[in-house]
């Protein structure tokens, strides 16, 4: 008899710590984070072509939009390896990093403060910003071309 007060102790001890389903505001207020973060993009301004991302949901990518909210940066991306361009953020951002398997297009954080804009695959440990939309692997290829190129990065309107 003991065993089943504790039980239900416990049992009614859960339900009122709050691990019930959260109630509704109904206003939405909850989910309008994400979405709002889902469907930020930003423009990619590359010899002259402007180019379209959509922010990944992830905290580096909502503090790329803060920091390009303030003003565009431009990033001098360095070939490396065949099938990525690297550079330099002018500041970090907050890296959780895991290992992910990249697509031509994807754009991703490394080390905290490098941004990687991939023409082809790879797998290594980054944190996924964004990917480039409505471009083939050859087209990003043939944009980025061999060697260094410059960006600037910029928060669509």
Not at 142 to 156: N, Q
Request: aromatic share 6%; glycine share 8%; hydrophobic share 40%.
């Amino acid at each position: 008899m003991k065993l089943i007060e504790i039980i239900i102790s416990i049992m009614i001890g859960l339900l009122n710590s709050g691990c019930a389903a959260p109630e509704s505001s109904g206003s939405g207020a909850g989910t309008s984070d994400v979405t709002e973060v889902s469907q930020m993009e930003i423009t990619i301004d590359v010899r002259g072509n402007k180019l379209t991302a959509a922010l990944a949901d992830s905290t580096a990518a909502k503090e790329l939009a803060e920091k390009l909210e303030a003003e565009p940066v431009t990033v001098l991306l360095n070939e490396y390896g065949g099938f990525e361009k690297v550079g330099d953020l002018p500041w970090s951002l907050t890296k959780t990093d895991e290992s992910i398997e990249t697509e031509p297009g994807d754009i991703m954080l490394y080390q905290g403060d490098q941004m990687t804009i991939f023409y082809n695959s790879n797998s290594w440990s980054y944190t996924k910003l964004g990917h480039i939309d409505n471009i083939t692997q050859e087209e990003l290829k043939a944009l980025f071309g061999e060697g260094d190129v410059t960006v600037t990065l910029s928060l669509k309107e």
